[in-house]
């Protein structure tokens, strides 16, 4: 006797017709026709069946404050920097916690489960690191929420900026987080890179940067931030976020660097959404987009995830917490069209951003936590086409958000009664 089992699943490896067998909050068995009894039978009617999906990159401080104190009129990178500057002086824990809970619950709602987020200890008060913090325990039972001590302003750069990462790690974030491009100089940006990189040897933790978010092909922190890696023994714990500028850099220079990048085990964390709103803005035509080189990245056997970075805050007024629309821009900004590159590009908004996490007992395996997504559609692909409406999101076993299939009526003469977005499958030869 299961608790739950869900019938008739597709799963994103490509089977179908599978059933998955739920007992105490973990994945008891996987396969096709299990006869046995449970509690609760769920049919999934051929959808797609998906552990959640996993975002590698959030400033959850700064979500949903659009609007605060004032619009960004001209949707600027400059403008978005200097609003945060003048909200970050009013932020209270209390207003912060709210509007983070408000995101998680838009995130579950979406089937994201779990979240890395910088938090920014630029300001010594550290209001957003103790928010977070309470946010991190609030919502444990159902989303996993990995917090980066964030300089924002520059580890050197800031006054104070030193000091206050250390306190904001003492109190229990949990990655150090790193801005080398946004230090005074080149060499600054290499020093705040060592310095950060032995703060985590030391502490046992993993290291995040925002790292070389810039068009310029001389930003090389990426460069550094992988030798570090490897000198301090932190190999497979260090995320470069962003690494844009790799887009502009010399062929033969990225030659040398993707090797040292996979030596060090570097998990890659680009942002397609952010990315391709604010890189190139110091262009005329042609215009770079500005992603870093992901096709590249995954050949050479780096573990790619995608962040959705932002979502109505002081940089980047759209986005909805739907992990799907980050992929669907990937697919479009990276030319990743293929039917094998778009499972990649699925598999980097779930597995490998899992991975880029550590998340432990993640997946669709026997002995995993029961945590998945029914989606209205029937495979990664679909999912990818559509931005698929989630019918269901289960934690540990239990359904923890509902939403009913989205169908429209028509009345056209002569024409079907309703329409299912889900329902345009290409066509197969011989099946019409
Ligand atoms: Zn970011």
New binding site residues.
Partial sequence: MFDVLIKNANLPDGREGIDIAISGGRIAAVGPGIAAEAGETIDATGRLVTPPFVDP???MDATLSLGLPRMNVSGTLLEGIALWGELRPTLTREALVERALRYCDLAVSQGLLAIRS?VDTSDPKLVTAEALIEVREAVAPYIDLQLVA?PQDGYYRAEGGVDALNRALDMGLDIVGGIPHFERTMADGAASVAALCRIAAERGLPVDM?CD?TDDPMSRHIETLAAETVRFGLKGRVAG??LTSMHSMDNYYVSKLIPLMAEAEINVIP?PL?NIMLQGRHDTYPKRRGMTRVRELMEAGLNVSF?H??VMDP?YSMGSGDMLEVGHMAIHVAQMAGIEDKRKIFDALTVNSAKTMGLQGYGLEKGCNADLVILQARDPLEALRLKANRLLVMRRGNAIARAAPRVSTLDLAGRPKTVDAADYAPLRPGRG
């Fill in positions: 990159h959030f400033h910088h964030f925002h978010e976020s962003h942002n952010i962040g970075d932002c940089w």
